[in-house]
């Protein structure tokens, strides 16, 4: 966020010409503002509300990215620097990669001359667009992660989302990331100003996301009253957050142009350098009289300094509001079907990762069907080995299965002591453990539910561990995920 506030005389606009469906039998939720990572608050949201979880833990990788940027490149991230380049090339590459058009655009009158990047989703009317943005850049204090690598990683994971979940647009999608925006709103300014009257008009409404994650944050949202704001209003009040207007952040982020052209805005922030009150820490949780973000424009303003429960809650509300606005009724269709690619492991290791030798055709354990498996240990010594491979689940579906056939042979012979065992995860959550004390004569079908990560991309990943005597074999075969 911008350190200084810029003049006054800043008009409420409507969103006029699109409905929004506001959240019904609203849920409540603890006002908790931890650290530790969290999963989409209230199952009774996920029901009313019926847009993609998105995973607080991608988003945390992209502010770990933006955070090993900063540190190779002399502790920051300002706009012009080798920082901010490499920020906006981490954000490119994935977004080609997703299949937007993308665009840098050259911002000649900013302070530190750089680039802006425009992405945008290859759908809906080009003269209906919903428009989100972020600024990309830091100050030289330091690397810059709640202000605003939050708000440019929570843009980046609901762009990715939206690109893996494929959905019918009604809406054109727009995703923005300003340079120069710590210098005075330079880069959003620059885009607004080289936009026609005409161009102008075809965005029905930006919505601006700046400082999403601080540690002793509120749940502001510029706007609040507005009916542009009502989708982002909609899935905080389903939470019982009772958001505030953001009065900190008027005039002081990249929404300011936007509504000086006459163009709808509104936005998510959890606040700056202002202090909490009694009445907000009472509500949501956190420390009355001190700053919302006591890491504000520092060096301390790291990784550490975000929480997961607030960042979170932002991310979720960006892809409640991007449902409601662009592909209506905030509901994905299925696309159900087989997720996970070569489970038989007929066709090589491809999209397998795997250790050395295990996907094999080796005759001392038989494949369930066809020539090869996926051995894992069997050595009678200390050894671990994996596989592993990325799947995305679609949303919108009524059940998720993950499915596999698993054959367990040990030299083990208690019958009480687990000593070498195969987990099963899902991303960093472990769905089942097997041992040496399930061992059988031939296979055995396991099959567990994954409709947590509806949705998501996340790692699917079996991981063998065998101890130092007698050993224990785990032998895969025939994996599926299927969602329908």
């Known amino acids: 966020m911008r350190g200084r506030t810029l003049s006054a005389g800043i008009a409420l606009a409507v969103f006029a010409g699109m409905t929004v469906t506001l959240a019904t039998q609203p849920a409540t939720a603890s006002p908790s503002t931890t650290t530790t990572a969290v999963t989409r608050p209230i199952a009774a949201a996920t029901a009313a509300l019926a847009a993609p979880d ?26 012009g620097s080798t920082g901010y380049t490499a920020s906006l090339n981490y954000v490119k590459t994935r977004l080609q990669s997703a299949g937007y058009t993308v665009s840098e655009q050259y911002c000649s009158s900013c302070r530190y001359p750089s680039n802006n990047l425009i992405a945008e989703w290859p759908g809906g009317p080009a003269d209906q667009v ?21 708000g440019s990683s929570t843009l980046l994971e609901n762009a990715l989302v939206l690109a893996a979940q494929n959905p019918t647009v009604t809406k054109r999608v727009r995703f923005a990331w300003w340079t120069d925006e710590e210098q005075g709103l330079n880069g959003s300014r620059f885009y607004v100003n080289s936009l026609s009257a ?19 944050g509120g749940y502001f949202i510029n706007r609040v009253s507005s009916t542009t704001a009502a989708p982002l209003k909609a899935y905080w009040d389903s939470l019982g957050l009772q958001p505030e207007e953001n009065v900190e952040g008027q005039g002081r982020s990249d929404d300011y142009y936007f509504q000086q052209a006459g163009i709808p805005t ?19 949780g956190g420390t009355a009289n001190s700053a919302y973000d006591p ?82 240990n069997g050595y009678g010594s200390t050894r671990t080995e994996s596989l592993s491979q990325s799947v995305t689940l679609p949303a919108g579906c ?31 959550t472990t769905l089942a453990t097997y041992s040496n004390l399930n061992a059988a004569t031939g296979y055995v079908q396991r099959s567990l539910n994954v409709a947590a990560f509806a949705g998501q991309t996340v790692t699917l990943r079996f991981t063998g561990t065998e101890d130092s005597s007698l050993q224990t074999t785990f032998v895969i075969d025939d994996v599926t995920l299927q969602a329908s």
Not at 54 to 79: E, K, P
Not at 210 to 215: C, L
Request: proline share 2%.
């Open 398 to 428: 009524s059940t998720y299965t993950l499915s596999f056939w698993l054959h367990i042979d040990t030299a083990e012979t208690t019958s009480s002591t687990a000593y070498d065992r195969l987990t099963v995860q899902a991303g960093s």
């Open 130 to 150: 919903v428009m989100f943005g972020a600024h990309l850049d830091g100050v030289s204090a330091g690397p810059g992660i709640n202000d605003n690598a939050t």
């Open 198 to 216: 005409t161009q102008r008009g075809y965005i029905k409404g930006y919505y601006n996301f700046d400082m999403v994650g601080s540690t002793n």
């Open 54 to 79: 998105i995973s607080i833990t991608n988003v945390q990788a992209h502010l770990t990215q933006f955070n090993a940027i900063a540190t190779s490149n002399g502790g920051n991230r300002r706009a």
């Open 295 to 376: 890491c504000y424009h520092r060096s301390c303003d790291t990784t550490a300094n975000v929480s997961a429960t607030v960042l979170n809650r932002a991310a979720d509300g960006v892809a409640y509001a991007l449902w409601q606005l662009a592909v209506g009724g905030g509901t994905p269709t299925c696309t159900g079907g087989q997720v996970v690619g070569n489970g038989g492991f007929e066709s090589g290791s491809t999209p397998w990762t795997a250790s050395s030798g295990v996907i094999t055709n080796a005759s001392g354990q038989p494949a369930r069907t066809g020539s090869y498996k996926a051995w894992l």
């Open 266 to 284: 509104s936005g998510y922030a959890a606040g700056a350098s202002a202090r909490k009150t009694s009445a907000q820490a009472a509500k949501w």
